[in-house]
């Protein structure tokens, strides 16, 4: 009889001290997000928004760079790839959670930094302790189903932070919503919602649930989570990773702070 | 890709003595689907597999005012297809016996997934509705059990909740956003799915891929089918309740897409296959080899504890037995087929990419339980490790891709084996060049089909591990 907890304890400790240890977030070599760089566009060349497969980038009359809405970006890297000017530059900028929906809007308008201040009456203090997740596939590809069953492997393991899947929605505190929302699971990811207890909250965990993505847009697809539920955290991501995930609920907590205004990253 | 295709067209009135011919020959049909052939007629195209070492058949057929002959009663596998061409195409299918819709079905104008009960006389026995937002995070589909006590007597899957209409999707982009969509068909089966797809497409434009670009396609497949099989380990052993077996099997399966994402810049190896090769040139980062054969050894010495783990074999010997015959009517792919006895592997058969300069051992087991499911699914594991160890030394140099332009009007089928099974992706290219139908015949669309023959007449305790054994995709069959 093979004695499994023995061979577990003999392989020690798995589980990485990310957050706290800032490198151990575990996606090195991977990348994220299109970075706009200091390097502004020299000619008409449309190419960047012509290999968009989101439509996630606008131009201006003169063809140049206008907005990048990171909440439709993919990270395919096509734009990055067809950009001749290296306005367009890949990064390993992954943590993208946001909690308005503008603030996943790049533009070339001078940035404003907003202040800090709603942070603290924003999140109710019943969360604190612990939070309790209930998830709901509107209509994914299941690659963020398989990141988020990735959160509770060793290597991430959620629960550390205080934060738990649970299965009844009558016991959740987070909606986390993944998919494009089609037509037929629109009526049970709203009975899951109506069923939560107050003060609950959303979060649409990929850019399918942001804005519909790459698979949006059809007959039965829909358009992710806006003008269906009110969403308080929104992640884009194709599939955002388990770290994203993980610092998207902690943002939601409020223990961590958003990195993200106005499409741009500031660290504080 | 080595073995053609041969393209047959065929009057619907021969369809039936076409279909006992290939059956009679050890062949099988694969897929059916139907597109707009002109503004005013649809054609439908069957695909068939003759015996092995044959090409795959393409059989052209014109629908008589919407009306094609039912061919589920011959080839039960093609009862989905049909009862899909009914729903998306309006076609009907003269003499099916479950003529119910699947995949979609309007009320009122609004499109909602269909759900069809048989009727119940016996008092006792009662449905149990589970889904489609049920425990723990998972895919969204509903399950009923019509049972008595412990007893399931019939079992429903009620799926295509999460029919997103991929296919049509793809209808008007260009063949390289087709390439990003196919990624984002079924999120673990990336690569297969981009593979599957670009070779479509490659044939459509009748580009030859360079070698570099076939090794590397194998390389990320092979490893896309690693973590796959880890992960399904994880879950068997959290389905048999093996806490630590399951936290191990999930471990590892973190590891590899670790590894994936180091080597490709992305956990599900996205971004990297498009039409006539690679995006851009691949390196094999310093110490990545190095971490492979440590993770191999970890693998090697978990699968050999679980099949040490009595309590963990009691659960899965006997369980959810798939005969082979039903496997192979009801169209079974992939490990669970394998499983079944049926010897039968797109690498090996019809062998794409890189497969035909590699030997591809092809594990198959008898009993068809969820036992046989597990043996073959960890022989595969070894396989695909094996299958690394041999390329890596022996990557080619040379181009990443060559320039790929699908001809105005030209089609193009492409397959690969995925972790799951067969997959197939049919490409018809419009005049401009852009897509003008994709069809996607997915792994699990087959498997969802032949796993209910395995629930009804058991019992609510092995339906957990029967479900788990059989490592099924919920976005892959509704796409």
Redesign the interface.
């Known amino acids: 009889?093979?004695l499994?907890?023995l061979?577990?304890l003999i392989?020690g400790t798995?589980t990485t001290e990310w957050p706290k240890d800032p490198a151990a977030h575990?996606?090195?070599?991977?990348?994220g997000m299109p970075r706009i760089g200091a390097e502004r566009c020299t000619e008409d060349c449309h190419r960047c928004a012509e290999a968009c497969?989101t439509n996630a980038i606008a131009l201006d009359t003169r063809g140049h760079l206008e907005t990048l809405d990171y909440g439709r970006c993919?990270?395919?890297?096509?734009c990055v790839?067809a950009c001749p000017s290296g306005t367009l530059q890949?990064s390993s900028e992954w943590a993208f959670g946001v909690r308005e929906r503008e603030d996943l809007l790049w533009s070339l308008a001078p940035e404003v930094l907003p202040a800090e201040a709603r942070l603290a009456e924003h999140i109710e203090h019943s969360f604190r302790g612990s939070l309790h997740v209930?998830?709901?596939?509107?209509?994914?590809?299941?690659?963020?189903?398989?990141?988020?069953?990735?959160l509770?492997?060793?290597?991430?393991n959620l629960h550390r932070l205080g934060i738990f899947?649970t299965?009844s929605?009558r016991a959740a505190d987070l909606l986390l919503v993944t998919?494009?929302v089609?037509?037929?699971?629109r009526e049970?990811?709203q009975?899951?919602w109506t069923a939560m207890p107050d003060p609950k909250r959303v979060l649409a965990c990929g850019t399918c649930a942001v804005s519909g993505?790459?698979?949006g847009?059809?007959?039965?697809?829909g358009n992710g989570l806006e003008g269906v539920l009110p969403v308080d955290v929104w992640l884009p991501g194709?599939?955002p990773?388990p770290a994203a995930i993980i610092e998207a609920l902690l943002l939601l907590l409020e223990r961590k702070p958003q990195r993200i205004h106005g499409g741009r990253v500031h660290e504080r | 890709m080595s073995a053609p295709l041969q393209k047959l067209v065929l009057d619907a009135d021969a369809l039936q003595a076409r279909v006992e011919q290939l059956l009679a020959g050890g062949g099988r049909m694969q897929m059916a689907y139907a597109w707009q052939a002109e503004p005013d007629a649809l054609e439908v195209r069957y695909l068939a597999a003759p015996a092995t070492g044959q090409p795959l058949e393409l059989w052209c057929v014109r629908p008589v005012d919407g009306v094609l002959p039912s061919m589920a009663l011959h080839a039960p596998l093609l009862g989905w297809y049909e009862r899909e061409m009914q729903d998306l195409y309006g076609l009907t299918f003269r003499g099916h016996p479950e003529p119910f819709p699947l995949v979609i079905e309007r009320s009122e104008g609004v499109p909602r997934a269909p759900l069809t009960l048989p009727d119940v006389v016996d008092p006792q026995a009662q449905w149990l509705g589970f889904g489609p937002v049920r425990a723990d995070v998972v895919e969204s589909a509903q399950f009923l059990f019509l049972y008595i006590g412990e007893a399931i007597v019939h079992y429903v899957p009620r799926l295509f909740l999460k029919h997103r209409g991929m296919e049509r999707r793809f209808e008007g982009l260009s063949p390289l956003h087709g390439c990003v969509l196919a990624e984002r068909v079924s999120g673990v089966g990336s690569v297969a799915h981009a593979l599957a797809y670009c070779q479509a497409v490659e044939q459509a434009a009748g580009c030859a891929v360079p070698q570099y670009a076939r090794q590397w396609r194998v390389l990320l497949a092979e490893l896309e089918r690693i973590y796959n099989h880890l992960h399904y380990f994880g879950q068997l052993a959290d389905a048999t309740t093996l806490k630590v077996g399951q936290a191990e099997g999930r471990l590892l399966e973190e590891r590899v897409k670790q590894l994936a994402g180091a080597l490709t810049g992305q956990r599900f190896m996205r971004n990297v296959l498009c039409p006539g090769g690679l995006r851009r040139e691949m390196a094999v980062p310093a110490d990545w080899v190095d971490r492979l054969s440590v993770l191999r050894k970890g693998v090697e010495s978990y699968l050999a504890q679980l099949e040490r783990t009595t309590s963990y074999l009691d659960r899965l010997i006997t369980t959810g037995v798939l005969p082979r015959e039903v496997a192979f009517d009801q169209g079974a792919t992939g490990p669970i087929e394998r499983a079944s006895g049926l010897d039968r592997d797109l690498r090996r058969d019809h062998p794409y990419a890189a497969y035909d300069e590699l030997p591809v051992p092809v594990p198959l087991a008898e009993s068809g339980d969820a036992h046989a499911r597990a043996q073959v699914r960890a022989a595969e594991l070894r396989a695909s490790f094996d299958l690394l160890e041999l390329l890596l030394p022996q990557l080619a140099s040379g181009p990443c891709r060559v320039p790929c332009e699908a001809m105005p009007g030209s089609f193009g089928l492409g397959w690969a084996e995925s972790p799951r099974g067969s997959l197939y992706y049919a490409v018809h290219v419009n005049a401009d060049g852009t897509l003008a139908r994709v069809k996607i015949k997915s792994p699990s669309f087959s498997n969802w089909r032949a796993f209910p023959f395995t629930v009804h007449q058991t019992n609510m305790m092995d339906y957990a591990i029967n479900e788990a054994s059989f490592g099924l995709t919920i976005a892959g069959c509704d796409r």
Do not use: K
Not at chain 1, 74 to 78: A, D, G, Y
């Open positions: 009889m093979p499994w907890t061979r577990g392989q798995a575990g996606q090195h070599g991977t990348l497969p993919i990270h395919c890297q096509l790839e890949p209930r998830h709901v596939d509107a209509g994914s590809c299941n690659g963020c189903e398989s990141e988020l069953q990735a509770n492997n060793p290597f991430y899947f299965a929605p998919g494009t089609t037509t037929a699971m049970p990811l009975a899951a993505g790459v698979c847009g059809t007959e039965t697809s194709c599939p990773n």
